[in-house]
């Protein structure tokens, strides 16, 4: 059964920067994607970034490029996601998702699993 736990979100404050989290356990393909998705009130889910887990290759959309960053730790089985010159407008419910591989997979019905969420809230 696969799991993913996420964590690291908190209240930071515009400009700072925050790491999350997510450990996956379960898995037994040797291929797959997982990714950032985040939901922020009153709006719809959104894609942020994957990262293939054979080839490490990342994509990122284009709103957080060049803020945001995706790395993974195979020895950990864990993923990262790096946010820096955090903004309010990055205020979500940050998910943890995997599923099928490649690097155009950016919708929520490419991934299978998905964890319970990290809170991160951004002042001004």
């Known amino acids: 059964q696969v799991q993913l736990v996420e964590s690291g979100g908190g209240l930071v404050q515009a400009g700072d920067s925050l790491r999350l989290s997510c450990v996956r356990s379960?898995?037994?393909?040797?291929?797959?994607?997982m990714a950032w998705f985040r939901q922020a009130p009153g709006k719809e889910r959104e894609f942020v970034g994957l990262?293939?887990?054979?080839?490490?290759?990342?994509s990122m959309t284009n709103s957080v490029k060049g803020r945001f960053t995706i790395a993974r730790d195979r020895a950990r089985n864990t993923m990262y996601l790096q946010m820096t010159d955090l903004k309010s407008e990055d205020t979500a419910v940050y998910y943890c998702?995997?599923?099928?591989?490649?690097?155009?997979?950016?919708?929520?019905?490419?991934?299978?699993?998905w964890g319970q969420g990290t809170q991160v809230t951004v002042s001004s």
């Open positions: 990262v293939n887990w054979q080839s490490g290759g990342t």
């Open positions: 998702a995997t599923g099928f591989p490649g690097l155009g997979r950016t919708a929520e019905s490419d991934y299978q699993y």
């Open positions: 379960g898995v037994t393909f040797s291929n797959y994607n």
